[in-house]
């Protein structure tokens, strides 16, 4: 996935048109920020809707993303977030994850009734926390979701001002509980498991998250 930009001075009714009969548009929307003002795509190749649209008359540039690490960045990512769908939104970030650093920490939220995955997120990204990565927990208590975000007590102060209660994760020394315990490391589960006198199911997992890498 990679963005192409149509600015203010193009028609961009024409631009619309011309995508829309040779090029697949997987979202668009306006900008009008630091980066790039007028009006963007998103597509396979920018290269190729660059060359479409300069046959049809219209002028377009490829628009490269901004590293998610400051408010501004964050938000960009954010409105693409709104304005593709899933499947192409984690595709686009995909492409350029390997521009930050996954590693960081990891936060659980348990969430309320009137706040969606999806809210708890936007909190987030208003607040200036880039999410790496993301999925749901099944645990006995209810769902939960799993965020990996680079700086756990910046998160926390975010969701905490918005009224959603979080905890951080510890994957090396989790608290055993009903159902799956989940370790992340062999050593501290092995020692645990000859403790108790309980049997371990070895699992081996990469860790993505809808196809976009993460290191915990």
């Known amino acids: 996935m990679e963005v192409l930009g149509v600015s203010l001075d193009q028609d961009l009714e024409r631009a619309g048109s011309v995508l829309a009969t040779d090029v697949e548009v997987f979202g668009d929307r306006a900008s009008d920020d630091q980066w790039f003002r007028g009006h963007l795509f998103l597509v396979a190749s920018a290269a190729a809707a660059v060359a479409v649209l300069r046959a049809g008359g219209v002028a377009a540039v490829e628009v490269v993303p901004p590293r998610p690490v400051t408010l501004a960045g964050v938000l960009w990512w954010k409105a693409w977030r709104a304005a593709a769908s899933s499947r192409s939104y984690f595709a686009l970030r995909a492409r350029h994850h390997g521009d930050v650093n996954s590693v960081g920490s990891l936060l659980r939220v348990r969430k309320p009734d009137d706040v969606s995955e999806a809210g708890a997120w936007a909190v987030l990204a208003d607040g200036g926390v880039d999410v790496r990565c993301e999925y749901q927990s099944h645990q006995p208590g209810g769902i939960e979701?799993?965020?990996?975000?680079p700086d756990a007590a910046h998160a926390r102060a975010v969701l905490d001002a918005a009224g959603i209660a979080s905890s951080?994760?510890?994957?090396?020394?989790?608290?055993?509980?009903?159902?799956?315990?989940?370790?992340?490391?062999?050593?501290?589960?092995?020692?645990?498991?000859?403790?108790?006198?309980?049997?371990?199911?070895?699992?081996?997992?990469?860790?993505?998250v809808e196809q976009v890498p993460g290191v915990w």
């Not at 951080?168 to 498991?193: E, K, N, S, V």
């Open 168 to 208: 951080p994760c510890d994957y090396r020394r989790p608290a055993p509980g009903p159902g799956i315990t989940w370790w992340g490391q062999w050593a501290p589960a092995l020692a645990f498991a000859g403790q108790a006198s309980r049997p371990v199911l070895l699992s081996f997992a990469s860790p993505r």
């Open 145 to 149: 979701t799993h965020f990996l975000i």
